[in-house]
T-cell receptor, first 116, second 113 residues
Framework: GENVEQHPSTLSVQEGDSAVIKCTYSDSASNYFPWYKQELGKGPQLIIDIRSNVGEKKDQRIAVTLNKTAKHFSLHITETQPEDSAVYFCAASQRAGGTSYGKLTFGQGTILTVHP | DTAVSQTPKYLVTQMGNDKSIKCEQNLGHDTMYWYKQDSKKFLKIMFSYNNKELIINETVPNRFSPKSPDKAHLNLHINSLELGDSAVYFC????????????FGQGTRLTVV
């Protein structure tokens, strides 16, 4: 089955700095890679996703890159703000076909702290 | 008008008891899931249902029994609760199995004492 590794487990930055979180996956059949933000006491919320036919996607201060050959993808947050502080999860899944499609396999999570 | 709602939000119960967690989505999605988040924040899928049909059962003890009376509801019943069942349980939904953009509920924190 799919295995997703996420690093670092904790990340502390100053407000205004950039933050980068990296993930690797094992199953070459995976073709959908979402990122979730989980605030304290809440459920994970999708913040950005990328499909395997795209190398990069950007949404305001958030960008995600995907390297299919190396099987890794990264989340980049620029101009960080204190409200970006949360746990971030990467995930991988197969969007269609295969025996495990419909299932998100999550990384271990990164606790991001943005200091004012 | 919460998209995915779970009840209860907190559940404290004794070992050996049987309890249920309810989930409802008003997004018109066909697929619903249960995920478990352990004390280290690790999220792992337990079950998925598509149009009331069980699709994924991820090696979960048979003390856990999901039930989907219709595609907007997916409940989780747990028999003979054990200390190790303490976790946060999240319900989620997506448009379909081929669209895994999942929307999560707020979670149910289950504490077994």
């Amino acid at each position: 089955g799919e295995n997703v590794e996420q690093h670092p487990s904790t990340l502390s930055v100053q407000e205004g700095d950039s933050a980068v979180i990296k993930c690797t996956y094992s199953d070459s059949a995976s073709n959908y890679f979402p990122w979730y933000k989980q605030e304290l006491g809440k459920g994970p919320q999708l913040i950005i996703d990328i499909r395997s036919n795209v190398g990069e996607k950007k949404d305001q201060r958030i960008a995600v890159t995907l390297n299919k050959t190396a099987k890794h993808f990264s989340l980049h947050i620029t101009e960080t703000q204190p409200e970006d502080s949360a746990v971030y999860f990467c995930a991988a899944s197969q969007r269609a076909g295969g025996t495990s499609y419909g299932k998100l396999t999550f990384g271990q999570g990164t606790i991001l702290t943005v200091h004012p | 008008d919460t998209a995915v709602s779970q009840t209860p939000k907190y559940l404290v119960t004794q070992m050996g008891n049987d309890k249920s967690i309810k989930c409802e989505q008003n997004l018109g999605h066909d697929t619903m899931y249960w995920y478990k988040q352990d004390s280290k924040k690790f999220l792992k899928i337990m079950f998925s249902y598509n149009n009331k049909e069980l699709i994924i059962n991820e090696t979960v003890p048979n003390r856990f029994s999901p039930k989907s009376p219709d595609k907007a509801h997916l409940n989780l019943h747990i028999n003979s609760l054990e200390l190790g069942d303490s976790a946060v349980y999240f319900c989620a939904s997506s448009q379909g199995l081929s669209n895994t953009e999942a929307f999560f509920g707020q979670g149910t924190r289950l504490t077994v004492v």
